[in-house]
């Protein structure tokens, strides 16, 4: 078992023939993950990848030829809320947007139009997920992830890797990392993806990686306080963050008390929640939490 991906998800790359794009799907390919075409408008009929693999002018072109389960995104900031639109139209299940910088006005718009679909999106300005030993969609090295029981929920790209191997230093592994980006507005909260998580019976706990910034770790709280009977280890990051600062992210920038990593680490405590101190401690609080179970 396994949340959103696994070895037999089709994949299309959009943006396949970019430099990022290319890199990328060679990795992913070594990973095992079923790459199956690619996306580049004025590309069509080109191959792509030491697999040549086919190049199509749209998606609407690609999935003429191919069955496509996921879609990945490395497109210009300035494209990639059209490329995200054209996946949501094309009635791709899951859509994973690596792009940074997209602006917030476009992705209002991918937001409402997300909202009135049955497309899930991960992103924009994430490392993607990956399924350990399965298949990886984005960024995400997989050689640091090994097959267990543990699902990572992340904001930060950086310690989504941290968080992963600490899990498998440990001795618990994983089942899929998620590495939901830290703009303004994302695809997929927190919560949409610990809803994925619960219904995952091979998922037996969850280290959840927040940071400064909106309060999409305090909805998370109260949820997991209300809906989620598996433990969860928590970190924020950015505690030495000062009011008004960004901090890495477009969306870590506390703008109210409830956003400041103080107010947030209080609620999870109040909702029941193991908080780690440092993140050196993630792994050794989660293997305490799954042997107290």
């Known amino acids: ?35 199956v075409c690619g996306v580049t ?12 693999l086919p190049v199509f002018n749209s998606m609407m072109e690609a999935q003429k030829e191919f069955k496509i389960d996921a879609s990945v995104i490395f497109v210009p900031p300035r494209f990639a809320a059209n490329a995200i639109l054209e996946a949501i139209e094309s009635n791709i299940e899951l859509i994973v947007c690596i792009s940074e910088g997209i602006p917030v006005r476009d992705m209002k718009k991918v937001k409402n139009a997300l909202d009135n679909s049955s497309s899930i999106l991960i992103g924009p300005n994430c490392p993607g997920l990956i399924t350990a ?10 050689f640091i992830c090994k097959k267990g029981s543990i699902g990572i929920l992340s904001r930060s790209g950086t310690l989504t890797y941290e968080a992963i191997d600490q899990i498998v230093n440990i001795g618990l592994g994983m089942t899929t990392a998620v ?23 091979e998922t037996e706990g969850v ?50 008390g409830s956003e400041t990593a103080e107010a947030k680490i209080e609620i999870l405590k109040e909702c029941g929640i193991s908080v780690a101190k440092t993140v050196s401690e993630i792994g050794k609080t989660m293997i305490k939490l799954v042997e107290e179970k």
Not at 41 to 52: D, F, H, I, L, R
Not at 133 to 142: A, L, N, Q, R
């Open 1 to 35: 078992m396994s949340i959103l991906l696994n070895k037999n998800t089709n994949i299309c790359v959009q943006g396949i023939t970019g430099s990022e794009g290319l890199f990328h799907t060679e990795q992913m390919i070594d990973y095992g993950s079923k790459v």
């Open 41 to 52: 408008p004025g590309k069509g009929g080109q191959k792509a990848t030491k697999e040549s």
């Open 133 to 142: 030993e399965e298949s990886k969609i984005g960024i995400t090295p997989g």
């Open 179 to 201: 590495g939901i980006g830290g703009d303004p507005i994302v695809g997929s909260s927190m919560i949409d993806i610990l809803k994925h998580f619960k219904d995952d019976d």
């Open 207 to 256: 280290v959840l990686i927040g940071e400064i910034g909106g309060n999409m770790e305090n909805d998370a709280a109260r949820w997991i306080k209300n809906n989620f009977n598996k433990p969860v280890v928590s970190f924020i990051a950015g505690q030495t963050a000062p009011k008004g600062k960004r901090m890495g992210h477009a969306g870590a920038i506390i703008s109210e």
